[in-house]
Structure formats: C-alpha cells, structure tokens
C-alpha cells in the first residue's frame, strides 16, 4: 500500500479566468498561485478545510498539446486527481506489481517527480503520482480576481460514478491507501490524510447509467458546503441542497449545501 495524500483535484478550461467568479467569487476559494509549463498552465486556490481545487489552461501547446487534445475532444471539465507521495519510484513499483500501467513519468527534476494512471485503468479520470521537494515560490495573478460574495466554502468530496464498486476500492484503497470512512452495498467513501475525500458511487439508474456513457466511471460531482447557497450564481434547491449543472459550470456539476 502507499502512502499518498490526496493533495487536489483539477479541472480543465480555456482561460483560468473562465473559472475564477464560481471557485473564487462564489465560493472564496483562496488563490495559492500557479505557473506556466510545456503544454499547459495550472493554477490553484484552496477552501477552508484545506482541499484544494486546480485549474489547467492550454499554454506553449506546440511544445505538448495533450491540455489542448482533451479540451478539443471533451471540452472543459474535471480532468485529473494528484497524490502526492514520499517517494515515488517505491509507489510506481507498486502499482506496476498491482498490473497497471503507468504513463507519462518523469523523474528529471528533483523538485517535481510525477506519473499517471491513465483513465481507462483509473476508471474515468487521470491518477497522477507526484513527488515534490523544496520551497515553490507561486506566482500572483496577472488580473484582480473576484471578491467573494460570502465566507469560503469547504470543498468536502469528490463524488465519482462508476460500473462497480471493486476495481476503484482496489485502486484507490488498496493500492493508493485511502481509508474507509462509509460504505454500503452502494458506495463507498475513502479518505487521506488531511481533507482529500473521494466517494465512490455505484450507478444505478438510467440517468446515471447515462452519464456514464458506457465508461467504467466519471466524476459525477463536487460537494461542497457553504453558509448560503443561494447566493451562488444559478444554484437550483433540489431537496436539502442546492445545485450546478456541469452544463452551467464548466463541465463540473457542483452539489451545495448550506453550512450548520
């Protein structure tokens, strides 16, 4: 088993400023900072139980145009989970014993080792392996970003929709080291270190059965909790909590619901 932590979610998009009214404005996520690399640009902003959310933007595509591929092929959406872990040539060892493939690794820079798990193996979303080491100096928006309308939401789970329960619990469990925090015959939650939360849910329905769209799993939502949300652009009650079509988020649906 390895020791990971599962560090934050990331999710695609044209421009980082597409993003920032819902993650900053509406729900105050605080900016962490970012920076440019081959193929891609990422930037990060964290809610108050720690989680933190991070958002890629296509950047020097003729050098690596995987970001712009993807955008092109699914539009913008979540596109991947990072565990870090202490060290990653024992993790990559494991996983390749457990009889999955690893793409992409790269262990040139000392300061950032990574690797994936690409989604076919990681039932619907990119796995990405990290080691990180030494100070990061973040860099400062190049605009002013929204003010938040209200106090920071806490960024409470993942929810992820998938055929079955047994390969994502021997991944995710089994293999990355998350604990069970709740499960039935229908799902099952698994936490890490810190606040990283993922809920694996069992589609049932033909609705979800349709989202999966035939895959093994996709991210169905994030759940995420804050003092009032009506006070966040579009939200709809559906019973005890509110809601945000992927559709009229950037591809990422978001299930709210209101602070104790």
Not at 93 to 121: C, M, N, S, Y
Not at 183 to 206: C, N, S
Not at 211 to 223: A, P, S, T
Request: with cysteine; hydrophobic share 40%.
């Amino acid at each position: 088993m390895i020791d990971a932590v599962l560090d934050h979610l990331a999710v695609a998009a044209e421009s980082q400023y597409d993003c920032w009214p819902r993650y900053v404005g509406d729900l105050g996520g605080a900016w962490i900072g970012g920076g440019v690399t081959s193929g891609f640009a990422s930037y990060q902003v964290e809610y108050t139980n720690g989680m933190k959310l991070e958002v890629l933007e296509p950047a020097n595509v003729e050098d690596n145009d995987f970001l712009r591929r993807f955008l092109d092929r699914n539009g913008p959406g979540p596109h991947h989970v990072t565990f870090k872990v202490p060290d990653i040539e024992a993790a990559i060892e494991e996983i390749r014993t457990a009889g999955l493939d690893l793409v992409g690794i790269d262990l040139r820079d000392p300061g950032w080792k990574e690797a994936f798990v690409h989604p076919k193996q990681a039932f619907g979303i990119v796995v990405q392996i990290a080691q990180s080491s030494g100070t990061w100096e973040p860099e400062a928006p190049d605009r002013p970003l929204p003010v938040p309308v209200q106090a920071p939401a806490s960024f409470d789970r993942a929810v992820h929709l998938v055929a079955d329960l047994a390969g994502p619990v021997g991944l995710f469990r089994d293999i990355l080291g998350g604990t069970v925090l709740a499960e039935d015959d229908t799902m099952v939650e698994l936490a890490w270190p810190g606040p990283g939360r993922i809920r694996f849910v069992l589609a049932e329905t033909d609705d979800d059965h349709a989202h999966l769209g035939g895959r093994d799993g996709r991210l169905h939502h994030l759940d995420m909790t804050i003092d009032d949300p009506a006070l966040v652009a579009g939200a709809v009650q559906v019973d005890d909590h509110w809601r945000l079509d992927a559709a009229d988020n950037l591809g990422v649906s978001l299930h709210l619901h209101r602070r104790s």
